[in-house]
T-cell receptor
Framework: SQQGEEDPQALSIQEGENATMNCSYK?????LQWYRQNSGRGLVHLIL?????REKHSGRLRVTLDTSKKSSSLLITASRAADTASYFC???????????FGAGTRLFVKA | GAGVSQTPSNKVTEKGKYVELRCDPI?????LYWYRQSLGQGPEFLIY????????DSGLPNDRFFAVRPEGSVSTLKIQRTERGDSAVYLC????????????FGEGSWLTVV
C-alpha cells in the first residue's frame, strides 16, 4: 500500500508559471522527501524535509511541511519545459527505515 | 561505482520462467532497497536490507519473490515462476543507512513477462 497521496494527479502549465503539487500522508513521519522521475526510469532526489522543519528551499524549489495536517507541498517557480516529469513524495515512517512513495503528480510544462 | 547500477536494463521472459535482477549499490552504502513500479504508479516497496540482512521484506508480494545480499553489497532479486502481472520496472536504491538519508536510485530493470 502507498502512504502518500499526491494531488493533482496531472498538471499542465505554461513555461514561466509556478507549479504547486501537494502530498498527504497517513502516519507519523521522520522525514518527507520529494523525487522527480523522467520517462518512468530512475528517480532523482530533489529535497528532504525533516518532521521538525516547516519549509525548505533549493534553487527554484520550495517545500513546506505541515505535520498537523499530514501534508506537504512542492512549489516549482518559473517553470521550464525541462521540468516536465513525474514528481513523487516519499515518507519515512517513525517505525522504521522503510520509505514509502505516493502515486505521483505528472507535470507537463508547455514551451 | 558512481551510482547505483542495475542489470539487465531490460528483460523479456516467458511466463513460468525464473528471473534474476542484479543491483550494485553505491560503494559504502549499507542500506539497499528494492521497489517495483508499474506504469502510471509510484514505486511500490518490496524489501529493505541493512547490511546482509533483510530488515523489512513486508512488501514482497508472495513467495515467488526472494532477494539476497550475501556480502552486504550486491543484491539479487529473484522471481520464480514468473507471471504476466510481474511485468514492471524493478528499481533498486541505496543509502548510507539510518533515518533521514537520501535514497539514490538506479535506472531500473524493465521486466516484461510474455
Amino acid at each position: 500500500s502507498q502512504q502518500g497521496e499526491e494531488d493533482p494527479q496531472a498538471l499542465s502549465i505554461q513555461e514561466g508559471e509556478n507549479a504547486t503539487m501537494n502530498c498527504s500522508y497517513k502516519t507519523s513521519i521522520n522525514n518527507l522527501q520529494w523525487y522527480r522521475q523522467n520517462s518512468g526510469r530512475g528517480l532523482v532526489h530533489l529535497i528532504l524535509i525533516r518532521s521538525n522543519e516547516r519549509e525548505k528551499h533549493s534553487g527554484r524549489l520550495r517545500v513546506t511541511l505541515d505535520t498537523s495536517k499530514k501534508s506537504s507541498s512542492l512549489l516549482i517557480t518559473a517553470s521550464r519545459a525541462a521540468d516536465t516529469a513525474s514528481y513523487f513524495c516519499a515518507t519515512d515512517g517513525t517505525g522504521g527505515f522503510k520509505t514509502i512513495f505516493g502515486a505521483g503528480t505528472r507535470l507537463f510544462v508547455k514551451a | 561505482g558512481a551510482g547505483v547500477s542495475q542489470t539487465p536494463s531490460n528483460k523479456v521472459t516467458e511466463k513460468g520462467k525464473y528471473v534474476e535482477l542484479r543491483c550494485d549499490p553505491i560503494s559504502g552504502h549499507t542500506a539497499l532497497y528494492w521497489y517495483r513500479q508499474s506504469l502510471g504508479q509510484g514505486p511500490e516497496f518490496l524489501i529493505y536490507f541493512q547490511g546482509t540482512g533483510a530488515a523489512d521484506d513486508s512488501g514482497l508480494p508472495n513467495d515467488r519473490f526472494f532477494a539476497v545480499r550475501p556480502e552486504g553489497s550486491v543484491s539479487t532479486l529473484k522471481i520464480q515462476r514468473t507471471e504476466r502481472g510481474d511485468s514492471a520496472v524493478y528499481l533498486c536504491a541505496s543509502s548510507p543507512g539510518g533515518v533521514g538519508n537520501t535514497i539514490y536510485f538506479g535506472e531500473g530493470s524493465w521486466l516484461t513477462v510474455v
